[in-house]
């Protein structure tokens, strides 16, 4: 039987109310460094004051993935930047209150967020919320 190696995939997004980072696959000792430093150079050279990280796409964390987002959370507050963790799933949910760390999932106003439910296809439009430009605009924007 061959084994499924678990990869962390990441896409960074910038937008007016800061920057979305979303995050997919696994979470995990092997790929922890991968989250860590993809948030550290994104404050370092893009200075936001809001970032958001989305953890509906992981389908795995484990303890090492928890004490990741809270050390981001940790170094984010000293920089002064407003760190979030949102869409976590039932999985990512459970290892966290594992982990007795529910209040990395909180909300600035101390209230819970949903979880994600089900994994939904994402469309290719940006709602209003998406921080993701259009793709008529994207194809007109000059290539770099």
Not at 14 to 31: F, K, M
Not at 48 to 69: E, M, N
């Amino acid at each position: 039987m061959r084994q499924v190696s678990r990869t962390l995939r990441m896409r960074l997004y910038s937008g007016p109310i800061g920057l979305y980072l979303i995050a997919e696959g696994a979470l995990d000792t092997t790929s922890v460094h991968q989250l860590t430093r993809a948030v550290d150079l994104a404050m370092n050279r893009l200075n936001p004051a809001r970032f958001t990280i989305d953890v509906g796409g992981l389908d795995f964390i484990d303890v090492a993935g928890v004490a990741t987002l809270i050390a981001c959370r940790r170094d984010a507050d000293a920089r002064g930047v407003t760190l979030r963790v949102v869409q976590a799933s039932a999985q990512v949910r459970a290892t966290v209150d594992a982990c007795e760390a529910a209040d990395l999932l909180a909300c600035a106003d101390g209230d819970r967020l949903p979880s994600a439910g089900p994994r939904r296809h994402r469309s290719h439009r940006p709602g209003p919320g998406c921080l993701r430009p259009t793709r008529r605009s994207r194809r007109n924007q000059p290539s770099r």
